[in-house]
C-alpha cells in the first residue's frame, strides 16, 4: 500500500475541497470506516494520495421526521443501524440488512456511506496482478473464466455484481441520498444512484470525484407494510450475497396484495429492482401460488454466464422464502 | 549435576487400571491454555529479535511463463532495503506455480519497508498457456508440466490393481449395482500460522537459533544445514508454539531456506514467514481427485465386485489416494479392479494433509454404500455393518446411530422428499487409521527441591501434545500436572518425533512413560532404606509416597526429594508394548436442506472413536471436534479456484477460499469408544478428519434424493443437482 496523507476537515465545505474534480487513480478519496477504500488500497486498485475522512463532521445522526420518516447520517455504523430499536419497529428489513453484513468487528466500524459505495468484489477486480474494464483494462475476465459470483442481470462489458446489502435494501424502501458538492446539495433517488457498467466503468454511482454523500432518507412506510430482507451467503459466518432479496407487501383485510416492491441484491452491477415480480404480487392472495409467480416474474429476464446460472433457482427460492416470511 | 538412574529395574512400565488412574483418562486442562488465550505465548510469527530484518518473497502471478527479465535495481534503491536478490535469470522458465514462481527474495528494516521493495521489483515475463486443470493437462498437444523424468505427457503411470474381467463378471452378476464418477477439489491446509522461520545466525563455533513453525523440531536442523553451511549439531530449532502444520510443515521447505540464506549473507537475525495470498501459492494442499466408480451388492447386501478408475490431482506431485475398496470388505478380494494414475498440472504440488487421501476415498466409498443400500431397501447402518470385518465399526455405528436418532428417523432405506422446500436428513461413515510408533526419547529430572521437568524434543502443534507431557509424569509420581514442567519444542531436547500420521502420541507417550517410570523406581531405590519396602512396592498418589498395604509408612513428595543429594535425571525411550497403532470411528451427520434456495445447515454431527487409552479426555474431544470441523468446512465450502485463461490463482485469500466460522458449527457430539479397553495408547488426529464430509453427503442424499457427487456442496451444487443446470 502507497503511502496517503490522511486529512481531517472540520467541517463539509473544506473536505469538499480536499477531493478532486476528475477522477485520477492517485486523486484523493473519501474515508468513513475504511472497510472497503483500505482494502482497496491494500490489493492495489487505487493509490489515492490522500484519504479525506468525514469523522468530525457529524454525520452519523439517525434523525425521525415527524411523519414516520428518518434520516441516517453517513457515518452512522452497520451495527447502529442494526441495533436501533426504533429502526427495527419501523424498517425492519433494514435491520435485517444491517445485521447480515461482515461480522461485529466489520460492523461495528463499516458506515453507511461506506457500504452504500463500496467497490465491487469480482475476485479478478480484487487480485493485484489482473487488469480488467474495471481497472483501465481492456478486458471482463469473469465474462469467460470464474463468473459464479457474477451478475445475472445488466452485466456487459463487466459482470461483477454489487455487493451492498444497504443498497438493495434502502431502494425497496424508497429511499434518497443526499449529496453534496462543490455546487451545494443535490438530492438522488436510491433508484438512481447506481449506474451500469455500460453507463460508467470508473465508478458505480453518479457521485461525482469531489462530492461526498452525506446522508440517507427514508420516507415513512405506508401503513400495514410489511417488509424483509433475505440474504444469502455462501458461508454463513460471513459473507457477501450470493443473491438477496429486498420485498415489502401490504395487504388488504382479506390478504389479497395491494401493494408490493420487490428488489434484487447480488445480481446485477447495480441493485436489481423487479417490477414484474411487484406485479404477480399485486391482486393475488398472500400465499404459494402468488410467491411461486413473483419468483419466476423476478428471473424472466435473467441472462446468466457459464457458471452462474444456479442463481436463477436461487432467487426464485429466495423470493419465495422472503414472502413467505411476510405472510 | 544430574546422574542416569543405577541400580536394578524392578518392572516394565505399565499405563496401568483405568480405574487407579487420577490424571489421565480425565478432562485436563491444557497446561498452555492460559498464556493461548492472553496472547502471552510467543509463535514463530512472534519472535522479535534485535536487529531483525524482515523478509518476503516475490510470486510469480501465473503459473507458466519465460522470464525476460528480473529488475531489482530500483527495489534495492528503495528505503530499509537491506538484501534483495533475484532468484531467476532472463531465459528461465517459471513452470508452475509453487516454489518454481518464487522469483525474489527481499529483506528489509521493517515489514513494510520489505512489502514496498517487493512492489518495485520489475519482472518481463512472457505468460505462457497456463495448465491449471486436469481438462487442460490432458488436452492433446498440452505443454508437459510433469516433473517426470522424460515425461511426455501429463499422466503418471497408472498403478493398476487385480484382475478387470474378473470385476466385471461380478459385477455383472450383482443384484445392485452403483456407477457414479465423484469429484472432490484440492483443499488447503489453511493453516491459523503461515508457513515461515526467523534465523538468527551466529558465528561458526556457536549454534545457530532458528525459530520455525514446524512439525519437526528435530528434522529441522538437518533440512537447514547445508544452506547453513553447518553441522546439524550448531543449529538449535525452537518451536515453543506452533499454529497447526495438518502435514504441511516436516521440512524448513523454500521459505526457511532463503531465511537461512538471508541471514547468512546478511550476518543478521531474518523474519520469514509467508503472507497469506503466498501461503495458498506455494506451501501445499490436499490434492483433489476423480474417481469413477462402480459397486456391486448381492441381494443380502453384500458388496461382490468393485472397479475404480481414478485420476489424482495433486499438481506437480502424485497426490494420494488409498486403493480401493476403502475400508469395506468386498466378499471376493479378486472381484475388486482399480486403475489409479496422476494427472499433473502446473500447480502447488500436493503434500501430505491429515490423512492424506483418505477422505477423498471415502467420498465416493460411502456414496456407493449409501445407494446400494437405498437400491436394495436396506438400512444404511444395516448396509455398512454387513460390510464392515470390524465389531469395533459396528458397535460406533450403533452408538452414532443412537446419538443422532436414527431409530425415529422415516429415510432409513430410501431417501425422503422435502416438504414446503425443506428436508432433514441423516448420513453416516467411517474411519480407520494406524498411527505408528517409533523411536522416541525422554528425560525426566526430579530435583532436591520437588520440581519436576519432562524433556523431549516434540512439538505441540496446537494438539494438547504438551499437556500429556507433564501429566503422564504426574499420574506416575501422583502428583498434580502443575507440579511437572513440560519442556517440547526444542531440538536440543532428547529427540521425538515428525509430527505426521498421527505417530507423536504413540511414539512420545511411551518414552515418557518409561521415563517416568525409571524416575519413580530410582526414588524407591532410596525409600528402601527409609519406609523399608522394596522398589516396586509403593503407592504414589496426592503428593505422597506410601508402602502398599501399610499407609502408616509413608512420606510427603517433598521429604521423598529431599534424600536426593543431586538432581535424579531418569532417561526414558519408546516401549513397544505401550502403544499400539490401530483405531476406528464411526460419524453420523444430520442436515437440513432448503430445496428451494439449496441452503445445507448441518444440524449435528456425531463421532465415536477408539484410541487405547484416553491421555487426555478434553484433549481428545477437542480433536475429534477439530476433525469434524475440518471434515465439514471442506464439504461445505472449501474450494482452490483458478482462472482458467490466464491461471491466476483467484483463492489465494480467505474470502473467497471459504472455510467454515461459527455459524457453520453445528451441535457436536465427540464419544470417546470406552468399550476399547486396550492397556495402549496411540494418536487419532487423521482418524476423525476422514468421513464428515462423506456422512454430510449422504446426509443430502437422505434428505431429498440428491445426490451430490462433487464437493462442496454449496447452493450451485445443490441446485442445480436437483433442477439441472442452466
Not at chain 1, 446460472?309 to 416470511?325: I, N, P
Not at chain 2, 501429463?154 to 461380478?170: K, L, Q, S, T
Request: proline letters at 6%.
Amino acid at each position: 500500500m502507497k503511502d496517503f496523507d490522511l486529512k481531517l476537515p472540520e467541517n463539509l465545505d473544506a473536505a469538499i475541497g480536499e477531493l478532486p474534480a476528475e477522477y485520477t487513480r492517485e486523486g484523493a478519496q473519501v474515508l468513513a470506516g475504511g472497510q472497503d477504500i483500505v482494502t482497496v488500497m491494500k490489493d492495489d486498485i487505487e493509490q489515492p494520495a490522500a484519504l479525506v475522512s468525514l469523522q468530525r463532521l457529524g454525520l452519523d445522526g439517525i434523525e425521525w421526521d415527524g411523519d414516520g420518516g428518518v434520516t441516517l447520517g453517513a457515518t452512522v455504523t452497520v451495527q447502529a443501524l442494526a441495533d436501533d430499536a426504533g429502526l427495527e419497529r419501523a424498517f425492519p428489513a433494514l435491520r435485517e440488512a444491517a445485521q447480515s453484513i461482515g461480522s461485529p468487528q466489520i460492523r461495528s466500524q463499516a458506515t453507511l456511506g461506506g457500504n452504500l459505495n463500496q467497490r465491487p468484489r469480482c475476485p479478478y477486480y480484487r487480485h493485484p496482478s489482473v487488469s480488467c474494464f474495471k481497472k483501465g483494462g481492456s478486458v471482463c475476465l469473469a465474462e469467460f473464466g470464474f463468473n459464479k459470483y457474477a451478475a445475472i442481470f445488466g452485466g456487459g462489458p463487466s459482470y461483477f455484481s454489487h455487493p451492498s446489502d444497504l443498497a438493495t435494501v434502502l431502494l425497496m424502501l424508497g429511499a434518497t441520498a443526499s449529496i453534496s458538492g462543490p455546487g451545494g446539495e443535490r438530492k438522488v433517488p436510491l433508484a438512481e444512484l447506481y449506474v451500469l457498467p455500460e453507463e460508467s466503468l470508473e465508478t458505480e454511482t453518479v457521485l461525482r470525484p469531489d462530492e461526498i454523500l452525506t446522508s440517507v432518507t427514508i420516507p415513512a412506510p405506508p401503513a400495514e407494510t410489511r417488509s424483509s430482507y433475505l440474504k444469502f451467503k455462501e458461508r454463513a459466518s460471513y459473507d457477501f450475497a450470493l443473491a438477496a432479496v429486498a420485498v415489502s407487501v401490504v395487504l388488504d383485510g382479506s390478504g389479497v396484495v395491494t401493494d408490493a416492491r420487490v428488489v434484487l441484491g447480488g445480481v446485477a452491477p447495480k441493485p436489481w429492482e423487479v417490477p414484474a415480480a411487484a406485479r404477480a404480487l399485486i391482486g393475488k392472495s398472500m400465499g404459494p401460488e402468488a410467491w411461486t409467480a413473483a419468483g419466476a416474474a423476478a428471473v424472466a429476464d435473467a441472462d446468466p454466464l457459464e457458471h452462474n446460472g444456479y442463481k436463477v433457482h436461487l432467487v426464485k427460492g429466495l423470493v419465495f422464502r422472503a414472502l413467505e416470511s411476510l405472510a | 549435576m544430574s546422574r542416569p538412574t543405577s541400580g536394578p529395574v524392578a518392572s516394565d512400565p505399565s499405563w496401568g487400571n483405568r480405574s487407579d488412574l487420577d490424571v489421565l483418562n480425565r478432562d485436563i486442562p491444557r497446561v498452555d491454555g492460559p498464556v493461548k488465550a492472553t496472547g502471552e505465548a510467543v509463535y514463530t510469527h512472534d519472535v522479535r529479535l534485535p536487529d531483525m530484518l524482515w523478509a518476503r518473497v516475490l510470486v510469480h502471478p501465473v503459473p507458466r511463463a519465460e522470464i525476460e527479465s528480473i529488475d531489482v535495481e530500483a527495489a534495492s534503491e528503495m528505503p530499509g532495503v537491506v538484501h534483495i536478490e533475484a532468484l531467476k535469470e532472463p531465459g528461465d522458465a517459471v513452470r508452475y506455480l509453487g516454489d518454481d514462481a518464487v522469483l525474489a527474495v527481499v529483506a528489509a528494516e521493517t515489514p513494510d519497508q520489505a512489502a514496498d521493495a517487493l512492489g518495485a521489483i520489475v519482472v518481463k515475463a512472457r505468460r505462457l498457456a497456463p495448465v491449471v486443470t486436469p481438462e487442460q493437462a490432458l488436452k492433446e498437444g498440452a505443454p508437459v508440466v510433469s516433473r517426470r523424468r522424460k515425461a511426455d505427457s501429463n499422466v503418471g503411470r497408472a498403478n493398476e490393481r487385480g484382475d478387470e474381467a474378473v470385476a466385471d463378471a461380478a459385477l455383472a452378476g450383482a443384484v445392485a449395482v452403483v456407477e457414479r464418477t465423484f469429484v472432490v477439489p484440492i483443499q488447503h491446509h489453511v493453516c491459523l500460522e503461515t508457513h515461515g522461520h526467523v534465523v538468527q545466525p551466529a558465528p561458526d563455533n556457536e549454534q545457530v537459533t532458528v525459530y520455525a513453525s514446524t512439525q519437526s523440531v528435530g528434522g529441522t536442523p538437518r533440512g537447514l544445514a547445508r544452506t547453513l553451511g553447518r553441522d546439524a549439531s550448531k543449529i538449535r530449532v525452537l518451536t515453543p508454539h506452533m499454529g497447526g502444520g495438518f502435514g504441511s510443515k516436516f521440512g524448513p521447505g523454500l521459505e526457511g531456506a532463503l531465511a537461512a540464506r538471508v541471514a547468512n549473507v546478511t550476518g543478521r537475525p531474518v523474519h520469514l514467514m509467508l503472507t497469506r495470498a503466498d501461503e495458498f501459492a506455494i506451501a501445499g494442499n490436499r490434492s483433489g481427485s476423480r474417481q469413477k466408480l462402480k459397486v456391486g451388492a448381492d441381494s443380502d447386501g453384500r458388496l461382490v465386485g468393485l472397479k475404480l478408475e481414478a485420476d489424482k490431482l495433486g499438481g506437480v506431485s502424485g497426490g494420494s489416494l488409498p486403493g480401493p475398496p476403502y475400508i469395506y470388505t468386498v466378499t471376493d478380494g479378486a472381484a475388486v479392479f482399480s486403475k489409479i494414475r496422476s494427472v499433473h498440472t502446473a500447480t502447488d504440488g500436493s503434500r501430505a494433509m491429515r490423512a492424506p487421501g483418505h477422505p477423498q476415498a471415502s467420498f465416493a466409498m460411502e456414496a456407493a454404500v449409501d445407494e446400494l443400500g437405498y437400491l436394495l431397501g436396506m438400512d444404511l447402518v444395516d448396509i455398512r455393518i454387513r460390510n464392515l470385518e470390524s465389531a469395533v465399526h459396528h458397535r460406533q455405528l450403533r452408538r452414532v446411530a443412537e446419538e443422532i436418532g436414527w431409530a425415529d428417523h422415516p429415510n432409513r432405506d430410501r431417501p425422503g422428499a422435502a416438504v414446503n422446500g425443506r428436508a432433514v436428513g441423516i448420513g453416516f461413515g467411517v474411519s480407520v487409521w494406524g498411527p505408528g510408533g517409533r523411536s522416541s526419547r525422554c528425560d525426566v529430572t526430579v530435583r532436591p527441591d520437588g520440581s519436576v521437568v519432562s524433556a523431549t524434543a516434540t512439538q505441540d502443534l496446537g494438539t494438547g501434545a504438551r499437556t500429556y507431557v507433564a501429566a503422564i509424569v504426574a499420574e506416575e509420581l501422583g502428583l498434580t500436572v502443575d507440579m511437572v514442567e513440560a519442556r517440547i519444542g526444542d531440538s536440543d531436547l532428547p529427540p521425538s518425533v515428525t509430527s505426521g500420521g498421527s505417530v507423536t502420541t504413540g511414539s512420545s507417550a511411551p518414552a515418557i512413560k518409561d521415563a517416568a517410570h525409571k524416575a519413580r523406581e530410582g526414588l524407591e531405590a532410596l525409600l528402601t532404606d527409609v519406609l523399608e519396602a522394596p522398589v516396586g512396592s509403593y503407592v504414589w498418589k496426592d503428593g505422597r509416597v506410601s508402602v502398599r498395604g501399610d499407609a502408616s509408612r509413608s512420606l510427603p513428595w517433598i521429604a521423598v526429594c529431599a534424600l536426593l543429594r543431586e538432581p535424579l535425571l531418569a532417561q526414558g525411550e519408546f516401549r513397544d508394548f505401550l502403544h499400539e497403532g490401530r483405531i476406528h470411528g464411526a460419524q453420523a451427520a444430520k442436515v437440513e436442506v432448503d430445496t428451494l434456495t439449496g441452503r445445507v445447515k448441518v444440524l449435528k454431527m456425531v463421532t465415536c472413536q477408539d484410541q487405547g487409552l484416553p491421555l487426555n479426555r478434553l484433549a481428545l474431544r477437542s480433536q475429534i471436534n477439530g476433525g469434524m470441523v475440518q471434515a465439514l468446512s471442506y464439504g461445505l465450502l472449501e474450494q482452490r479456484v483458478f482462472d482458467e485463461q490466464d491461471g491466476f490463482l483467484l483463492s489465494d485469500n480467505l474470502d473467497l477460499y471459504k472455510i467454515a466460522g461459527s455459524q457453520e458449527i453445528p451441535e457436536m457430539v465427540a464419544l470417546i469408544d470406552d468399550e476399547d479397553e486396550r492397556p495402549s495408547v496411540c494418536g487419532m488426529a487423521e482418524a476423525p478428519v476422514i468421513p464428515g464430509h462423506s456422512a454430510i453427503a449422504g446426509a443430502i442424499h437422505n434428505a431429498c434424493g440428491a445426490r451430490l457427487t462433487r464437493m462442496p456442496f454449496t447452493a450451485d451444487n445443490v441446485l442445480e443437482t436437483l433442477y439441472g443446470k442452466i
